[in-house]
């Protein structure tokens, strides 16, 4: 879950970062010990751009983080704050290219430390997907205006990620298929990014939406994002990934079988419920192995 590159990348002070040698070196025990569960493990490598400094929400008080106690000036493509957050500080051309630098030292460290793949995080209002919508990218150079412009940045960092990657390893990328505002990142435009990523050497695209604005006309409901996928997946033949309120069995097992996407990804099901698998499982008449402490519920 978002994984910092920079310091000034945190959606939180309190967020993990992987941009030092300290840090490599805490995840490994964590990778080390997941492996000999037969677990693979990803990380998703971000940047919150202008939804950086905010508070915890384990912490109170107000939602964002002032500089001087312990926040910063966030930085995004425009100097347009999020609603509610700090105006950032547009970004100039050197330092995009010291952003998409860090973001390949730390997939070089992600790939020393032992991770299995690498996710980067390109939606849900961050920095790459502020580069990405018109919405939040005004900028008048290389890296925004047309089409080619704004996405180049996201092209970018996967050129850099891909070049660190050793070639059986898996890069996926998370993206927003749309903004849900009529002048805003379209699906169309989704589509289009999502063969410039395949040619690019992405193995997996993560289909979700949304997260620019708090004002998004957003139609929530079961499998929402679905749809977004299948239009992805039908122009590309990289594994396209759906996720979105997608929380029982059968219903995931549905969008496998319509061709929805080639996986579903599941995120705050497992919190809810962390033994879900083996309940699917279950379900579905699969056989699954369960970890060796549970052995003796299994039934």
Same mark, same amino acid.
């Given at each position: 879950?978002?994984?910092?590159?920079?310091?000034?990348?945190?959606?939180?002070?309190?967020?993990?970062?992987?941009?030092?040698?300290?840090?490599?070196?805490?995840?490994?025990?964590?990778?080390?010990?997941?492996?000999?569960?037969?677990?693979?493990?990803?990380?998703?490598?971000?940047?919150?751009?202008?939804?950086?400094?905010?508070?915890?929400?384990?912490?109170?008080?107000?939602?964002?983080?002032?500089?001087?106690?312990?926040?910063?000036?966030?930085?995004?493509?425009?100097?347009?704050?999020?609603?509610?957050?700090?105006?950032?500080?547009?970004?100039?051309?050197?330092?995009?290219?010291?952003?998409?630098?860090?973001?390949?030292? #730390? =997939? @070089?460290?992600?790939?020393?430390? %032992?991770?299995?793949?690498? !996710?980067?995080? $390109?939606?849900?209002?961050? +920095?790459?997907?502020?580069?990405?919508?018109?919405?939040?990218?005004?900028?008048?150079?290389?890296?925004?205006?047309?089409?080619?412009?704004?996405?180049?940045?996201?092209?970018?960092?996967?050129?850099?990620?891909?070049?660190?990657?050793?070639?059986?390893?898996?890069?996926?990328?998370?993206? #927003? =298929? @749309?903004?849900?505002?009529?002048? %805003?990142?379209?699906?169309? !435009?989704?589509? $289009?990014?999502?063969?410039? +990523?395949?040619?690019?050497?992405?193995?997996?695209?993560?289909?979700?939406?949304?997260?620019?604005?708090?004002?998004?006309?957003?139609?929530?409901?079961?499998?929402?994002?679905?749809?977004?996928?299948?239009?992805?997946?039908?122009?590309?033949?990289?594994?396209?990934?759906?996720?979105?309120?997608?929380?029982?069995?059968?219903?995931?097992?549905?969008?496998?079988?319509?061709?929805?996407?080639?996986?579903?990804?599941?995120?705050?099901?497992?919190?809810?419920e962390p033994s879900y698998a083996l309940r699917a499982a279950r379900e579905l008449g699969a056989d699954l192995s369960w970890p060796g402490q549970y052995e003796r519920a299994k039934i």
């Amino acid at each position: 879950e978002a994984t910092a590159v920079v310091p000034e990348g945190r959606i939180t002070p309190e967020d993990s970062g992987l941009w030092n040698d300290e840090q490599e070196a805490a995840w490994k025990p964590i990778l080390a010990f997941s492996h000999t569960q037969g677990v693979p493990m990803a990380i998703q490598l971000a940047h919150a751009g202008r939804k950086a400094s905010t508070r915890s929400p384990f912490q109170e008080g107000e939602a964002v983080v002032m500089p001087g106690e312990g926040g910063w000036t966030p930085e995004a493509p425009s100097a347009q704050a999020y609603e509610g957050l700090l105006e950032p500080a547009e970004m100039s051309v050197e330092r995009i290219g010291e952003i998409i630098s860090a973001l390949g030292e #730390s =997939a @070089t460290r992600a790939v020393r430390a %032992g991770f299995d793949a690498i !996710e980067i995080h $390109a939606a849900h209002g961050y +920095l790459l997907h502020e580069f990405l919508s018109p919405l939040s990218n005004h900028r008048t150079d290389s890296y925004g205006g047309s089409f080619e412009n704004r996405i180049r940045i996201v092209l970018e960092v996967v050129d850099r990620v891909r070049s660190v990657m050793p070639e059986s390893m898996p890069l996926f990328v998370r993206i #927003s =298929a @749309t903004d849900w505002f009529e002048d %805003g990142w379209s699906l169309e !435009e989704s589509i $289009a990014l999502s063969v410039a +990523l395949e040619q690019h050497g992405v193995d997996l695209i993560d289909v979700s939406s949304g997260g620019l604005a708090k004002s998004q006309p957003i139609k929530l409901g079961p499998g929402y994002q679905m749809g977004f996928a299948k239009a992805i997946s039908d122009a590309v033949s990289c594994v396209v990934g759906t996720v979105g309120l997608i929380t029982e069995a059968q219903q995931a097992e549905d969008a496998l079988q319509d061709g929805v996407g080639d996986v579903v990804l599941m995120g705050r099901q497992f919190l809810r419920e962390p033994s879900y698998a083996l309940r699917a499982a279950r379900e579905l008449g699969a056989d699954l192995s369960w970890p060796g402490q549970y052995e003796r519920a299994k039934i």
